[in-house]
């Protein structure tokens, strides 16, 4: 499985540029479902039939990024950022464009560290001059972060983990399950860092019984950090709340029944900011049960995620026991 | 002049009948059928029984003020509707109401103020309008609580091709769509002048339910700051440097395949365009491109100085090639343009 998550995880694919990382999806489930198709939101949906209800799993496909706005006549590009970026973890880092082309991300002189603000970091693709850089890039270009997967043995370290661990994740569970209690719609969603965007139509279009978003959470488990009740390596995270949804009680309790049926170890997550794809479902139309699983992950919207490999491997068969248990409510 | 009538429409976020009015006038017999939705969305319908539905959204409402008490003396307290800057308030002329009852915003002569206060914004708060009533009973006989009221701006050249005026956000848009209607296409087009756009994109949303669009194009009026005091990697849009394309903004991502059919269009056809260079701020786009199962839609925008001003101003020229840009998109889509 970690080849697959490698493939993943390194693949372009910034909110509104998913492309690339929905044709590697749909070439790995495509003999594992009934049917696919693409929105026109860029959502990949899979139907795999099992049941009368409907079950929709969503795993955004989106990762954050930076958007070229202007390129200067020495070459320098100024960007705004497509998700939630922290100027800290930017300075230094390299970005790579869908093209293959790499930037750095540099910053003007300042007079004290708590000046650098996203205005004062501009990206530097190695041109001399407007033309040599627009030769490469240009203005509404989206450039994801660089950085290669790596395998530090219980750990799994990359960028994009959110949430495309999430989706590797829903990739095996399709390849694990045979016979799921439901029609069950895999969606690997588009635009969930810009504003749960994708989920939202998704869910409108199939209008499922039961919706489980599956994505990242961050911790409490490294120095100092912030307060929260969850680790690496304790398993995957039943959600609770989080800045856009309020999980839905009974689906929160049939997930952890699931889990307890199955053996399988989890914690609960309450998660103070940060919002996922089950605040867009949940709303939906006259209002859909919701749920989210949640992986723990560190040093999240960073070029370097870190995720436990035992919770991921927990994760999968957590989703595939949850295709497999009806849901009554 | 359209845009002139348009820019002098009485027409604050939830009051934007006269807006209406202009442009049902304004395109008479070139619009077979207008629906106006429960919202007061205006739509212009043009049904064909071939190829996609398109819906094309201009907002109709601007910024303006509500009054929200009169005092004792026959001032006039208010509130904002939509996104106005405190500090352009100060000492402008306005009218309220369809009546137009003439009114100043008053603010205490600077002989008055003490030093420490001529540093500092005022803030609503300590703003009023005045109409010359010297009672709460005088006041209340030309105007209500609930009443709006809007700049009192006249709309005028500053050159031969660029003009001033108030609320060309967007009115400009609207003037852009009007033009576009006067044609006719072999395909179903809603234009639909939305309503309360500048108060949280509600009209659109409603108005896409009902269509059911394929696909839409937004026509804005945005900002535009080729000004002094910003650096050149902070220009949103430039004036006269063409209509202005939005790859991305706070509320929607466009579609690639229509910024990409514009951008050949425009270049086929030696018509200049831009970029918007900003991604804050919303637009009908967000609400439209989420509805339902989603909706593919791209904006296109006259650049225009100073929005949510009292005056703002724009090049007639990039009207003209944004009418034209919107034309051609509109006339690839009669020649198979599909998503």
Same mark, same amino acid.
């Given at each position: 499985?970690?080849e697959l998550?490698?493939k993943v995880?390194?693949?372009?694919g910034?909110?509104g540029?998913e492309?690339v ?7 790995e489930?495509a003999?594992?479902?009934d ?5 026109n ?5 899979a139907?795999k039939?099992?049941?009368?209800k409907?079950?929709m799993?969503a795993?955004?496909m989106d990762?954050?990024?930076v958007m070229?706005?202007?390129?200067d006549?020495h070459?320098f590009l ?24 790499v930037?750095?991300?540099g910053?003007?002189?300042l ?5 650098l ?11 001399a001059?407007?033309?040599d850089?627009e030769?490469?890039v ?5 450039g994801?972060?660089?950085?290669e997967?790596v395998d530090?043995?219980t750990?799994?370290?990359?960028k ?26 895999a969606?690997f969603t588009t635009?969930?860092e810009v504003?749960?965007?994708g989920a939202r ?7 499922p019984?039961?919706g489980i ?12 950090s912030i307060t929260?009740?969850?680790?690496l390596?304790?398993g995957?995270a ?7 949804v ?6 929160r ?6 889990a ?5 170890p ?7 900011a940060?919002?996922?794809d089950?605040?867009?479902i ?5 209002g ?8 723990a992950?560190?040093y999240?919207h960073?070029a370097s995620e870190?995720v436990d490999f035992?919770d991921?491997?927990?994760?999968v068969?957590f989703?595939a026991?949850?295709m497999e248990?009806?849901?009554t409510? | 002049m ?5 820019s ?9 009948g006269?807006?209406?009015e ?13 629906q ?5 969305n ?6 064909s029984?071939?190829?996609p ?9 601007e ?5 929200s008490?009169?005092d ?8 904002k ?6 500090r352009?308030?100060?000492?402008k ?5 369809s009546?137009r009852v ?5 603010a205490k002569a600077i002989h008055?103020q003490?030093?420490e206060?001529r540093n500092q914004? /005022? =803030?609503l708060?300590?703003l009023?309008?005045d109409i010359?009533?010297k009672?709460k009973e005088e006041a %209340? &006989? *030309?105007?209500k609580l609930?009443?709006?009221a809007v700049?009192?701006t006249?709309?005028?050249y500053?050159?031969?091709s ?9 009115r400009?848009g609207c003037?852009?769509l009007?033009?576009?209607l ?7 087009l809603?234009g639909a002048?939305?309503?309360?756009e500048?108060?949280g994109?509600r009209g659109?949303?409603?108005a896409?339910y009902?269509?059911?669009p394929?696909?839409?194009?937004v026509?804005?009026?945005?900002t535009c700051n080729?000004?002094?005091?910003s650096e050149?990697?902070g ?5 006269g440097s063409g209509?202005a /394309? =939005?790859?991305m903004d706070a509320?929607?991502?466009?579609d ?6 514009l %951008? &050949? *269009?425009?270049?086929e056809?030696?018509?200049?365009m ?7 701020g ?5 609400r439209i491109n989420?509805t339902?199962?989603?909706v593919?839609?791209?904006?296109i925008s006259?650049?225009c100085?100073y929005?949510h001003?009292?005056v703002?101003?724009?090049?007639l020229k990039?009207f003209e090639?944004t009418?034209?840009?919107?034309k ?12």
């Amino acid at each position: 499985m970690k080849e697959l998550i490698r493939k993943v995880v390194e693949c372009y694919g910034p909110s509104g540029n998913e492309h690339v990382v929905r044709e590697l999806i749909k070439a790995e489930i495509a003999p594992f479902v009934d049917e696919m198709h693409v929105d026109n939101l860029g959502n990949l949906i899979a139907l795999k039939r099992g049941g009368e209800k409907k079950i929709m799993f969503a795993a955004h496909m989106d990762e954050i990024g930076v958007m070229v706005t202007h390129v200067d006549k020495h070459g320098f590009l100024r960007f705004y950022p497509v998700g939630g970026l922290n100027p800290l973890t930017l300075l230094g880092n390299r970005v790579l464009f869908e093209n293959g082309t790499v930037g750095v991300i540099g910053s003007e002189k300042l007079e004290a560290q708590k000046d650098l603000t996203l205005n004062k970091l501009f990206v530097d693709i190695g041109a001399a001059t407007k033309e040599d850089a627009e030769a490469k890039v240009k203005i509404g270009d989206v450039g994801a972060m660089s950085r290669e997967f790596v395998d530090l043995g219980t750990r799994l370290v990359s960028k994009a983990m959110d949430a495309r661990i999430a989706c590797a994740i829903l990739i095996e569970a399709l390849k694990t399950v045979a016979k799921p209690a439901y029609d069950v719609y895999a969606v690997f969603t588009t635009q969930e860092e810009v504003g749960l965007r994708g989920a939202r139509v998704a869910a409108y279009g199939i209008t499922p019984d039961l919706g489980i978003a599956l994505d990242v959470t961050r911790t409490g488990d490294t120095p100092s950090s912030i307060t929260m009740d969850v680790s690496l390596g304790k398993g995957p995270a039943v959600k609770i709340r989080d800045s856009s949804v309020l999980c839905t009680p009974a689906v929160r309790r049939f997930m952890e029944q699931v889990a307890k049926d199955k053996g399988i170890p989890y914690q609960l997550e309450v998660l103070e900011a940060g919002g996922t794809d089950a605040g867009a479902i949940q709303l939906t139309k006259g209002g859909i049960p919701a749920g989210v699983m949640s992986i723990a992950c560190r040093y999240v919207h960073t070029a370097s995620e870190m995720v436990d490999f035992s919770d991921v491997e927990h994760g999968v068969k957590f989703v595939a026991a949850i295709m497999e248990t009806a849901y009554t409510g | 002049m359209l845009l002139k009538e348009l820019s002098q429409a009485f027409g604050p976020s939830g009051c934007e009948g006269e807006v209406r009015e202009v442009l049902t006038q304004a395109l008479g017999a070139a619009v077979g059928v207008w629906q106006k939705d429960a919202l007061g969305n205006l739509i212009a319908v043009k049904e064909s029984t071939r190829g996609p539905k398109v819906m094309l959204a201009a907002h109709m409402d601007e910024c303006g003020l509500m009054v929200s008490s009169i005092d004792k003396s026959g001032l006039l307290r208010f509130r904002k509707v939509g996104g106005l800057d405190d500090r352009v308030l100060v000492s402008k002329h306005v009218v309220i109401g369809s009546k137009r009852v003439a009114g100043v915003i008053g603010a205490k002569a600077i002989h008055l103020q003490k030093p420490e206060e001529r540093n500092q914004v /005022i =803030t609503l708060s300590n703003l009023y309008i005045d109409i010359g009533a010297k009672s709460k009973e005088e006041a %209340e &006989r *030309l105007v209500k609580l609930g009443d709006y009221a809007v700049f009192a701006t006249e709309f005028g050249y500053l050159s031969e091709s660029v003009v001033k005026g108030k609320s060309f956000d967007d009115r400009a848009g609207c003037a852009v769509l009007a033009e576009v209607l006067r044609e006719e296409y072999a395909f179903t087009l809603y234009g639909a002048f939305t309503v309360q756009e500048e108060i949280g994109l509600r009209g659109a949303g409603v108005a896409a339910y009902a269509l059911e669009p394929d696909m839409a194009v937004v026509l804005e009026g945005t900002t535009c700051n080729d000004l002094p005091g910003s650096e050149e990697h902070g220009y949103c849009t430039s004036l006269g440097s063409g209509p202005a /394309i =939005t790859i991305m903004d706070a509320s929607v991502v466009c579609d690639k395949r229509m910024i990409g059919e514009l %951008e &050949r *269009l425009a270049r086929e056809h030696n018509i200049p365009m831009q970029y918007k260079r900003s991604i804050t701020g919303g637009s009908d786009a967000g609400r439209i491109n989420q509805t339902k199962s989603g909706v593919p839609v791209v904006v296109i925008s006259v650049p225009c100085r100073y929005i949510h001003s009292p005056v703002s101003m724009l090049s007639l020229k990039d009207f003209e090639h944004t009418v034209k840009l919107v034309k051609l998109f509109l006339r690839s889509i009669e020649g198979g343009f599909v998503l």
